[in-house]
């Protein structure tokens, strides 16, 4: 399984971007996904996860109600969703996999990361 994180960029304060999660090599739906961040200095930080059949998510406190994550199995992608993006947000962001057959937990497989930056 490889994983290929894209959608990141420089947005304004308030504005949105979705990352998109791109797994090659393996059938995604096998996977339970999470993303990740992490900012300059900082150690990385759980965001959110998804299991295999997307019907089960999960959200760290801080991005509750701005960050959504989906899946479309289907495409073999995951999808983080990020509305009223605040500077604070700015990271590198990373999706991880869980082993196959898993669910949210553990995370064994990570892509290299994209660059959100949140400025004005």
């Known amino acids: 399984l490889l994983l290929d994180e894209s959608g990141g960029g420089l947005v304004q304060p308030g504005g949105s971007l979705r990352l998109t999660c791109t797994a090659s090599?393996?059938?995604?739906?096998?996977?339970?996904i999470a993303w990740f961040r992490q900012a300059p200095g900082k150690e990385r930080e759980g965001i959110s996860c998804?299991?295999?059949?997307?019907?089960?998510?999960y959200y760290t406190d801080s991005q509750k109600g701005r960050f959504t994550i989906s899946r479309d199995n289907s495409k073999n992608v995951v999808y983080l969703q990020m509305d009223s993006l605040k500077p604070e947000d700015t990271a590198v962001y990373y999706c991880?996999?869980?082993?196959?057959?898993?669910?949210?937990?553990?995370?064994?497989?990570w892509g290299l990361g994209t660059q959100v930056t949140v400025s004005s």
């Open positions: 991880a996999a869980a082993p196959a057959s898993w669910e949210c937990g553990q995370f064994d497989t």
């Open positions: 998804i299991s295999r059949q997307g019907g089960i998510t």
């Open positions: 090599g393996s059938t995604l739906a096998y996977y339970a």
